[in-house]
């Protein structure tokens, strides 16, 4: 929880997460949309001021508050593991389970929540979430790149995520770890086949062409 400069907490911040647990609550029923936004924030006291303040994009923010608070019991969880004495593969396997179980532990609102983050209007949005939990999950890991590879880790991830959640909410878990260890292995063959190879011979002879016709050969 963040807190104000005179060491209150932070009303916004304490409000969002109450208001996200009676959204919660009443998702089961409700779905995930302007509804529940307005009865949540009403169930909380709040005006409808309150609720254009707190939440300006209604249920989008709402599904991000879930999202990130889903990260941050996940990375909870992940405290207590020690990535260093696990390979990288375990490593990414470990914090994609625990990212599962860390929003099936709302399942019924979780699942109104994904379907709402899968319409095409949302699906920003469904992205967004997605490269954050990678971010998180990746720093767990131990990831310290900061060039093309730091970007690349995390589009492969959201690749796996968006998928294993999905199958975690609808099918089970089950389903969603046997998905999310054959994933894995398709990577890591991938990335043992890469290993050696130099694809950046292309882009150099195109960049050397481009000197040449530009400045004319070197003496």
């Known amino acids: 929880m ?8 932070d009303w916004a911040a304490q409000t969002e997460q109450t208001v996200l647990d009676a959204a919660i609550a009443r998702a089961p029923a409700l779905g995930w949309n302007a509804r529940l936004v307005r009865e949540a924030c009403e169930a909380c006291g709040l005006s409808l001021g309150d609720q254009e303040l707190l939440l300006p994009n209604g249920a989008r923010d ?19 593991v020690d990535a260093a004495a696990l390979k990288i593969r375990e490593r990414i396997a ?10 099936a532990a709302d399942l019924e609102a979780t699942r109104r929540c994904a379907a709402f983050l ?49 199958l975690r909410w609808f099918d089970g878990r089950e389903a969603a770890e046997a998905f999310v260890a054959r ?3 398709n990577v890591m063959a991938f990335e043992k086949w890469k290993a050696g190879k ?12 481009l000197s040449r016709m530009r400045y004319g050969a070197r003496a």
């Open 198 to 209: 130099d694809f950046d011979a292309p882009f150099r002879k195109v960049t050397d062409a």
């Open 118 to 166: 899968a319409l095409p209007v949302n699906a920003d949005l469904g992205l967004k979430l997605a490269w954050e939990s990678a971010d998180h999950l990746w720093r767990w890991a131990g990831d310290t790149a900061t060039d093309w590879n730091h970007y690349s880790k995390r589009t492969i991830l959201s690749g796996i995520l968006i998928p294993a959640l999905t």
């Open 2 to 9: 963040t807190h104000a400069a005179d060491g209150a907490p």
């Open 62 to 80: 709402l599904a991000a508050l879930l999202s990130r608070r889903h990260d941050a019991r996940a990375l909870q969880a992940l405290g207590a």
């Open 94 to 103: 470990r914090a994609v389970s625990e990212r599962m179980e860390a929003g």
């Open 183 to 185: 994933r894995i292995d």
